[in-house]
């Protein structure tokens, strides 16, 4: 099973950039796909960004296209969410999720591992 750990969150003014990290352990790391999803107050947990397992095919959330690039280095076990052009409606605890299969998905009933998530605000 693949262990999950996010950082790299944290306050930043609208129009900012943070990068986001999610290490893994396990064996099995480069053999699953990785999700990012997101959850504010009082909101579901939405889908941000996936990635497979190569990292040749990504999938993005409409709301995030273009601002947000999801890629992972296999080598290092981490995946990385580059989130550019941040708005406050971004706000939210982000977590990582892992899928034991090779393609990504938009849905997080299909991530079957999760992180403890990560803390982003930006301020207006």
């Known amino acids: 099973q693949v262990q999950l750990v996010e950082s790299g969150g944290g306050l930043v003014q609208a129009g900012g950039s943070l990068r986001l990290s999610c290490a893994a352990s396990g064996r099995t790391f480069s053999s699953v796909a990785i999700g990012w999803f997101r959850q504010a107050p009082g909101k579901e947990r939405e889908f941000v960004a996936a990635i497979s397992w190569r990292g040749q095919t990504t999938c993005y959330a409409d709301n995030v296209k273009g601002r947000f690039t999801i890629s992972r280095d296999n080598a290092e076990n981490t995946v990385y969410l580059q989130m550019n052009s941040l708005k406050p409606e971004d706000t939210a605890v982000y977590y990582c999720?892992?899928?034991?299969?090779?393609?990504?998905?938009?849905?997080?009933?299909?991530?079957?591992?999760w992180g403890q998530g990560t803390q982003v605000t930006v301020s207006s």
């Open positions: 999720a892992s899928r034991p299969y090779i393609t990504c998905s938009y849905y997080a009933s299909e991530y079957d591992n």
